[in-house]
Every structure is written in C-alpha cells, then in structure tokens.
Nanobody, 125 residues
Framework: QVQLVESGGGLVQPGDSLTLSCVDS????????MGWFRQAPGKEREFVTA????????RYADSVKGRFTISRDNAKNTVYLQMNSLKPEDTAVYYC??????????????????WGQGTQVTVSS
C-alpha cells in the first residue's frame, strides 16, 4: 500500500527549473511535517528541505537555500519542491517523507516515518 508518491522528475539543463510533487494518500497528511531528501549515486541520502504541518516553518540545506522552495497544500495532501537554478550537483533521486508531529521539523532521515519511492532528477548539459 503505497502512501507517498513523488512525480515531476526528469532531465534538465543547468540553470533550468523543475517542480516536484508528492501526493500523500493518507488522511492524516495535515498532521505530519513533510520533508524532501535526495541521494546521489555513491553518496548517502541527504536532507534537502522540510516544512511544518501548517506550512509556516521551513528548513533548507545550505546547498539549496535561495534556489529551492518547499510548500504544501493540505487540501490536496500534496507537498511541492520548486527547484530553480539547477546545478549538475543537484542530480539525485529525490524522496519525500513524512514525520509525526512530535518529531519536529527534522533534518535527520530516521525521524521520518513514511517515504516515497523517489523520483530521478538529472541536471546535465
């Protein structure tokens, strides 16, 4: 029973923009903080960004600050990742994840309880 489904990945050129979406099939989506992580080949999964249940608090990794924006629409059970000024080093599989309220808006992957299957983003000229 798949609960988080990402979409929107693809092949883009450096400097391009891309928006990822993650739809959560659970009715409890509005009660979970949401995060995006990514994993490049041969590297560990790393934190990208996270957003609070209300959408008023966000966290970003330094590597994406000012270029990426996370948002959520609780009426649509969807979290978005707007990625601008993409760089080759942004190439990775991007995963969305859900964390229970008491876990806080964490940058640590083990605080997240549910994960999507990932969507590939490739930035190359």
């Amino acid at each position: 029973q798949v609960q988080l489904v990402e979409s929107g990945g693809g092949l883009v050129q450096p400097g391009d923009s891309l928006t990822l979406s993650c739809v959560d099939s659970r009715r409890t989506f509005p009660n979970y903080h949401m995060g995006w992580f990514r994993q490049a080949p041969g590297k560990e999964r790393e934190f990208v960004t996270a957003i609070s249940v209300s959408g008023t608090i966000t966290r970003y990794a330094d590597s994406v600050k000012g270029r990426f924006t996370i948002s959520r629409d609780n009426a649509k059970n969807t979290v978005y990742l707007q990625m601008n000024s993409l760089k080759p080093e942004d190439t990775a599989v991007y995963y969305c994840a859900a964390a229970r309220l008491y876990s806080g808006i964490s940058q640590t992957s083990d605080r997240y309880d549910y994960w999507g299957q990932g969507t590939q983003v490739t930035v190359s000229s």
